[in-house]
C-alpha cells in the first residue's frame, strides 16, 4: 500500500565516536551498546503521533502526519525534541556513571557525545512493503541530506523554511542559514541551540 500524506520529518543525531573509537572490538562493542542506549531513550521519549520509523546506524528518523493542524502537530514535535534532548543528556550522564570501571574509548569519552536534530515538513508517501514502513520522495532525500552541513556547534536543532513556517516564534530563535544539499541546491534553514525549543507539554 502506498498513499500519500503531509508529515513533520524528524532526524536524531548521535555524534561525537566516529573520530577516535578505532577499530577495536572492546571499544567497538561498547561504543555500539552505549549508542544503542541513548537511541534507546530518544525513541522512548517520542509518542503519537511522532513514530520512530526506523534506526540509521547513529541517528533514528521519526514522522508525524499533520493531520488538519499543521502547526499544532508541529508544536508537539517541537516539544517532543526538547524532551529527547533532556532525555539523551540524563541518559549519558547515568551511562557514564555505570561505565567508570572500565578504560576502553567508548566507555571514557562517553561525555563527548552529543545530539542534533533535523526537522522538516512535506509531503511524502508512505509506503508499507512486507512488514515496514518505508518513507520516500524528495523531502525525505532532503532531510538527510541536511546532515552534512558546515555548522560548527556539536550540538543543535537544524529546522527548514518550511518546519519554521510552523512555528512562528522559531523567527526569534537561533540564527538564520543555508545548507547545501547535494542534489537539491541551498536550502534556508533555522539553527539553535536546544534549549530554545518549546518545552510546553501538549
Ligand atoms: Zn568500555
Not at 557514564?96 to 572500565?102: D, E, I, M, P, V
Not at 516564534?169 to 536550502?187: K, L, N
Amino acid at each position: 500500500m502506498i498513499r500519500l500524506a503531509h508529515v513533520q520529518l524528524v532526524i536524531a543525531d548521535i555524534s561525537g565516536y566516529t573520530d577516535f573509537i578505532v577499530n577495536r572490538s572492546v571499544g567497538l562493542l561498547h561504543a555500539e551498546q552505549i549508542v544503542s542506549e541513548l537511541l534507546e531513550a530518544i525513541a522512548a521519549n517520542s509518542r503519537h503521533p511522532l513514530t520512530l520509523n526506523k534506526f540509521e546506524g547513529d541517528a533514528a528518523l521519526l514522522y508525524a502526519e499533520s493531520g488538519d493542524d499543521p502547526a499544532t502537530a508541529a508544536a508537539d514535535v517541537l516539544a517532543q525534541l526538547g524532551a529527547m534532548f533532556d532525555a539523551f543528556a540524563a541518559t549519558r550522564g547515568a551511562i557514564a556513571a555505570q561505565r567508570t570501571g572500565c578504560n576502553c574509548d567508548a566507555c571514557t569519552n562517553i561525555h563527548s557525545l552529543r545530539l542534533k536534530a533535523f526537522m522538516h515538513c512535506g509531503e511524502i508517501a508512505i509506503k508499507h512493503l512486507h512488514g515496514f514502513v518505508e518513507l520516500a520522495g524528495e523531502e525525505v532525500i532532503l532531510l538527510h541530506r541536511l546532515l552534512k552541513n558546515d555548522v560548527r556547534e556539536r550540538e543543535y536543532v537544524m529546522l527548514t523554511a518550511a518546519a519554521c513556517a510552523l512555528w512562528p516564534a522559531a523567527a526569534g530563535e537561533g540564527r538564520a542559514g543555508s545548507a547545501e544539499c547535494e542534489g537539491i541546491g541551498r536550502v534556508p534553514v533555522r539553527v539553535l541551540a536546544s534549549d530554545r525549543l518549546p518545552r510546553a507539554a501538549v
